[in-house]
């Protein structure tokens, strides 16, 4: 049987989560009550059963196919067979929490097929428990995402912790807590700023690094133009041209006992001459250009001076 080529892209949007984080959830009112298909044929994997369950033949009567699949189903071959039997012009995949990613990415997909959206679900009451014994799974979902969705959240859910920790993870994603009613939050909470960014030159405390580095990549347009100073490591990219640097600071993320080298592209007509791990005083000015990993703008430091310096007194900074 000769295939159907495929000429047009088929989006795929990816579901992320462990059981019981609101996948199918979502994915039903997606589906159903927010018409996200507009009838247009919608191919659905789901690769795990949950307490959720769908209505097969009420989505099918909607042009959306449902499709139960096992990790041996995960191959080119059954995919290239799926793609025949229904021809969709949008699939859905409601991935197995405990499957790696790498199990789907390194499979050859029928021709067209590009996922588009990456989003991961997260029980709120159960994060800190997850995130401490299923860290490497946790870490995989929520750096790969394009948007993080904690549900069934409550007053004791630490919504601005979580937010900034996970900057340091993935600057790109939308983070979104709902309560348990379903209400979604999208903004970020106050973040109180132990500095004066008004001051002719915003001198950091060494503790203050993080705050920082958060503050200034959620909104790098409050910072274009303000000169700053302040203690970092220095790291230099492979891929970084003679006058390019990255000073920074080790983190400890929102998970226990991860840490995560975080920092700004630097500009410096003298960075060809500094080391990997150098303590620096840096002195410059914040800019903002293109970040293409992050699909968006980001902040970057002119820098006009560097001054060798001892370490910091605590060797890690923390988001709070």
Request: glycine share 6%; with cysteine.
């Amino acid at each position: 049987m000769k295939r159907q080529e495929q000429i047009e892209e088929i989006p795929i949007y990816m579901f992320l989560g462990f059981l019981e984080s609101g996948k199918t959830t979502f994915a039903k009112e997606t589906l159903i009550d927010r018409n996200f298909t507009e009838g247009e044929p919608t191919l659905l994997l789901v690769c795990e059963e949950g307490i959720e369950e769908y209505d097969v033949d009420d989505l099918k009567k909607r042009n959306i196919f449902v499709e139960y699949i096992e990790d041996k189903d995960i191959n080119t071959e059954h995919l290239l067979d799926l793609q025949d039997k229904y021809n969709p012009t949008r699939v859905m995949i409601e991935y197995n929490g405990t499957w790696k990613m790498e199990k789907l990415f390194s499979v050859r997909v029928p021709k067209g097929w590009t996922i588009v959206q990456v989003i991961t679900f997260v029980d709120a009451q159960t994060f800190d428990v997850y995130i401490a014994n299923m860290k490497a799974m946790m870490m995989e979902q929520l750096s790969t995402a394009d948007m993080i969705i904690f549900n069934r959240c409550d007053e004791n859910t630490k919504k601005a912790e979580y937010r900034r920790s996970l900057r340091a993870v993935n600057r790109r994603a939308q983070v979104i807590f709902e309560n348990k009613d379903g209400l979604a939050e999208v903004g970020d909470d106050e973040v109180f700023l132990p500095y004066d960014i008004n001051q002719p030159v915003i001198d950091l405390e060494e503790e203050d690094f993080g705050l920082f580095y958060i503050d200034a990549c959620d909104n790098p347009d409050k910072y274009v133009g303000k000169k700053v100073h302040f203690k970092a490591m220095v790291h230099k990219p492979k891929e970084y041209n003679e006058n390019e640097f990255v000073p920074g600071r080790f983190a400890m993320t929102c998970c226990a006992d991860d840490i995560a080298f975080v920092g700004f592209k630097a500009y410096y007509k003298g960075a060809g001459k500094l080391k990997d791990r150098q303590w620096v005083m840096v002195t410059g000015e914040v800019g903002k250009e293109y970040y293409p990993e992050f699909e968006g703008d980001g902040p970057v430091i002119k820098v006009s001076e560097v001054a060798m310096t001892s370490p910091a007194a605590e060797e890690l900074v923390y988001f709070n």
